[in-house]
């Protein structure tokens, strides 16, 4: 049977567009098959976080995601309330994206990303995205298309569709993707198993559009307001749409609900009511043979903290330049098979901390009691330890740098690891280039970032200012020639990078985690290239 793909990619949510872009910006033939014909109108995610806005800005999406959402100026404020004409419990101050960008610019010791933040709703992001992938060459997006079985064996991948139509049709690629969520037919497919904690609390939900509420809130402007004791108020990225979070039972009045909650004149239109489950679950292996899954179809974690789909555009990232590395024959077997080392602990790490952050909330949460909202010397008290408990406890979910910026590919195959930093980093981020870790962020003299000034295949960044480097790097050169991988070198004299990147020679992947690092180059370049590029996948590496 002829291939209709390279890849097929089952889900055109956020990940699953990523991921086709980023193969289809590789060259490589992309099928992308989506069950609904249009993206839904529900807000799900709202936050790409800074390191996926690096990325983003790596594929040269950045600036049109930014462009699509309004949400530039306003803080990222927190507010805990009883009345909208009662002082806040607790008020977290957090930068705009326009301030936390001025500070990224100020910044001089790679303790900050590249790119800040971006608030953008879901239900803006997706249809982005899919103008994207649609536009881009070799990407075929194939909508109202749901999957209903695949089979595979030692050359490829063949699934059944069905169209809205009820009209079936066979798709077959060299490999598939699963990128179909929480409920992922092609992990079920698979027989994978979750494991974690599934179903541990149920959370109503109200999605409604107010072209008053923002402008008319007193206590000042923010992204979340909490209305104690068990309500969420949450600013989308236009300012006219808002999302309601509650284990309350709304009932059959969503307006009324709404009403008696916000308790101000405005209007307000309901255009969603629904139920989410929280889930803290990641998948037992993230793939089998040529079927590999990412994003949500393999970890499932509590929205605190906004790791879901951020987790799941590093798995398309990390997914992409290794399956095109793959398709192209230059990546050895062991390249595709550390996509599930790499990804799955981090996946792990997240859903474990997504878990810490959800604790934090629920402890101020618990405490409150039946005078929480009253004028008396209980609610007076009630509210005291409320607010000291959220002052610790709420920081957690809007703080953890550590986790967004400072994850480690730990034990992977392809990496040349060093002894210590055993430990994850959690809230703060300390720039690292230990093997395996994200290059930090660092502007140069000339006032670019060094991100800007590599490439997209394997770089050599030698920071030593030897006037030899070039030469004494043609060895490993070579090596990566015959073996056909795409590799640059990038030599700066600039003292500021080495104080801050700790050694002379860092050796960079696609994805600018760093594979290597040293004072003097190896003496084994062949064997450099070939662990690096998936062909020596075993041993120490040291």
């Known amino acids: ?48 976080n800074a390191r996926s806005m690096e990325m983003f800005r790596r594929m040269g999406l950045a600036d049109r995601i930014r462009a699509a959402s309004r ?28 301030e936390y960008g001025r500070r990224i610019a100020d910044c001089r010791d790679g303790s900050l990303p590249l790119e800040p933040y971006q608030i953008i709703s879901q239900y803006t992001l997706e249809p982005l995205l899919k103008s994207i992938a649609q536009e881009t060459p070799g990407v075929a997006v194939h909508s109202g298309c749901e999957l209903l079985s ?81 309500t969420v108020l949450v600013v989308q990225d236009d300012m006219q749409h808002f999302m309601v979070n509650t284990t309350t039972d709304i009932g059959n009045d969503a307006e009324q609900f709404l009403r008696t909650r916000i308790n101000l004149p405005v209007d307000i239109e309901v255009l969603n009511v ?18 590999l899954m990412a994003g949500d179809a393999v970890h499932l974690v509590i929205p605190n903290g906004g790791l879901g789909m951020n987790t799941g555009i590093g798995d398309a990232v990390d997914l992409s330049w290794k399956l095109a590395a793959t398709l192209a024959g230059w990546g050895g077997p062991g390249l595709l098979a550390s996509y599930e080392r790499e990804r799955r602990p ?61 994850y480690r590919y730990m034990g992977s195959p392809l990496i040349f690891d060093e002894p210590g930093e055993t430990e994850r980093q959690f809230i703060a981020y300390r720039p690292t280039t230990h093997p395996g870790s994200r290059l ?71 994805d600018m985690h760093v594979a290597w690092r040293g004072n003097g180059l190896s003496a084994e370049p062949d064997r450099m290239a070939a662990r690096i590029t998936g062909h020596l996948a075993s041993g120490s590496g040291k």
């Open 440 to 510: 930090p962020h660092m502007w140069l003299a000339d006032g670019t970032p060094i991100q800007d000034r590599i490439g997209d295949g394997y770089t050599l960044l030698c920071l030593g200012g030897r006037a030899t480097d070039a030469q004494e790097a043609e060895p490993l050169a070579r090596a990566m020639a015959a073996i056909g991988a795409p590799f640059s070198v990038l030599a700066l004299n600039e003292p500021g990078l080495r104080a801050v990147y700790e050694r002379d020679y860092l050796l960079l992947r696609p």
């Open 71 to 98: 949400f530039h100026d306003i803080p990222m404020d927190i507010y805990l309330i009883t009345h909208w004409n009662h002082p806040p419990l607790l008020h977290l101050e957090y930068p705009s994206i326009t």
């Open 346 to 406: 981090i996946g792990m790490f997240n859903r474990d901390s997504s878990a810490k952050a959800t604790v934090g909330v629920q402890t101020w949460m618990n405490a409150c009691g039946p005078h929480i909202t009253q004028d008396s010397p209980e609610g007076d008290a009630n509210r005291a330890e409320v607010a000291e408990l959220a002052a610790s406890g709420q920081r957690i979910t809007h703080e953890m740098n550590g986790v967004e910026l400072g």
């Open 150 to 230: 695949l089979t595979q064996d030692g050359d490829g991948v063949s699934v059944q569709t069905i169209d809205a139509h009820g009209k079936q049709r066979q798709f077959r690629a060299d490999y598939l993707v699963g990128c179909d969520g929480g409920v992922s037919t092609v992990r079920k497919q698979l027989d994978i198993p979750l494991e974690g904690q599934g179903r541990l609390a149920r959370q109503n939900q109200i999605f409604f559009r107010s072209r008053g509420l923002f402008e008319a809130i007193p206590v000042g402007k923010g992204r979340h307001y909490y209305f104690l004791p068990d």
């Open 274 to 291: 629904s139920g989410w489950n929280m889930n803290l679950l990641v998948a037992e292996r993230y793939g089998e043979g040529r079927v």
């Open 1 to 48: 049977m002829l291939k209709d793909a390279q890849v097929l990619v089952v889900g055109a949510g956020p990940v699953g567009l990523t991921l086709a872009i980023g193969l289809g910006r590789c060259g490589v033939k992309v099928a992308l098959i989506e069950r609904n014909e249009k993206p839904l109108y529900r807000p799900k995610m709202e936050r790409c």
